[in-house]
Nanobody, 124 residues
Framework: QVQLVESGGGLVQAGGSLRLSCAASGRTYSSYAMGWFRQAPGKEREFVAAISGSGGIIYYADSVKGRFTISRDNAKNTVYLQMNSLKPEDTAVYYC?????????????????WGQGTQVTVSS
């Protein structure tokens, strides 16, 4: 089991950048597949990015490819989402998630643990 705490959200102008962090606690953190999701006002939750335990397998939603980068530093028990060229459409609450399964299995069956979310607001 892991506990997840997101940070790094805030208000940024269109075209700017933010880096979100997800700090995880738990002895088996490095074996967990991790993901980022977001939910905008009036919208359903959507997938943003995923990364395997070793960092060797990565997936992105089409809407963020080329702009966002997911990474992890297992020595620091932290997963990051670097967000560049931000657009107003990126405004949402961003959630970190963890799954005690492979990345492919997490994508198919879902994630087990979720953080509280961090607000990202992109102004025009």
């Amino acid at each position: 089991q892991v506990q997840l705490v997101e940070s790094g959200g805030g208000l940024v102008q269109a075209g700017g950048s933010l880096r979100l962090s997800c700090a995880a606690s738990g002895r088996t953190y490095s074996s967990y597949a991790m993901g980022w999701f977001r939910q905008a006002p009036g919208k359903e939750r959507e997938f943003v990015a995923a990364i395997s335990g070793s960092g060797g397998i990565i997936y992105y939603a089409d809407s963020v490819k080329g702009r966002f980068t997911i990474s992890r530093d297992n020595a620091k028990n932290t997963v990051y989402l670097q967000m560049n060229s931000l657009k107003p459409e990126d405004t949402a609450v961003y959630y970190c998630a963890a799954a005690d399964r492979t990345t492919a299995q997490a994508m198919e069956y879902g994630y087990d643990f979720w953080g509280q979310g961090t607000q990202v607001t992109v102004s025009s």
